[in-house]
């Protein structure tokens, strides 16, 4: 079945940069995502990326996917204390909207002062 | 942005008992709705997905009969935990789309945990 994995801990210093990387095994992945989990909150979507697309940048945040080796990272440009979250990467064929996604068991980034 | 409410944010039951969890979109109208469960650092494991109006579509290992779900609105859908055993004890996660307004979204609500002792 499908798998999507990622690291469960990510440590940096404020002001760096954060990457954030997911790997996955269903070729038919159609959308990837990543979400964002704050204690108390929903899932927050930060972004999301076609398969058809190699990089997608928003304000701080840039999606490379490197679909030939189901790759996908998420770089937080100048890593705040209000980034400080559970980061999850996840993946649909049909999209969110019809579809169940499949999750990575999420990355909990560390930010140290 | 779309809202996604749950309730009750936590609830605590005895083993044998049915609990109810609420999932309600508050400004959008729900085509569907999702429910999930979290284990401690687990992923978000999808267990059905129901369209208003039909019966739920579960997916491959979660028992219909223990975990009920009923969508009777596009506002609402609720799951019903029957006959509430320890190893139900999670957290409860519903997310709900809306197909018009876009295909690759979906909303969460901020969970549910249960405690079944």
């Known amino acids: 079945g499908e798998d999507v994995e990622q690291s469960l801990f990510l440590s940096v210093r404020e002001g760096d940069s954060s990457v954030i990387n997911c790997t996955y095994t269903d070729s038919s992945s159609t959308y990837l995502y990543w979400y964002k989990q704050e204690p108390g909150a929903g899932l927050q979507l930060l972004t999301y990326?076609?398969?058809?697309?190699d990089m997608k940048q928003d304000q701080r945040l840039t999606v490379l996917l490197n679909k030939k080796d189901k790759h996908l990272s998420l770089r937080i440009a100048d890593t705040q204390t209000g980034d400080s979250a559970i980061y999850f990467c996840a993946e649909s064929i049909r999209g969110g909207g019809a579809d169940g996604l499949t999750f990575g068991k999420g990355t909990h980034l560390i930010i140290q002062p | 942005g779309a809202v996604v409410s749950q309730h009750p944010s936590w609830v605590i039951c005895k083993s044998g008992t049915s609990v109810k969890i609420e999932c309600r979109s508050l400004d959008f109208q729900a085509t569907t709705m999702f429910w999930y469960r979290q284990f401690p650092k687990q992923s978000l494991m999808l267990m059905a997905t129901?369209?208003?109006?039909?019966?739920?579509?579960?997916e491959q290992g979660v028992e219909k009969d223990k975990f009920l779900i009923n969508h009777a609105s596009l506002t609402l859908s609720t799951l019903t935990v029957t006959s509430a055993h320890p190893e139900d004890s999670s957290f409860y996660i519903c997310?709900?789309?809306?197909?018009?307004?876009?295909?690759?979204?979906?909303?969460f609500g901020p969970g549910t945990r249960l405690t079944v002792t």
């Open positions: 990326i076609f398969s058809n697309m």
């Open positions: 997310s709900a789309a809306d197909a018009i307004q876009g295909y690759y979204e979906q909303y």
């Open positions: 129901s369209n208003e109006g039909s019966k739920a579509t579960y």
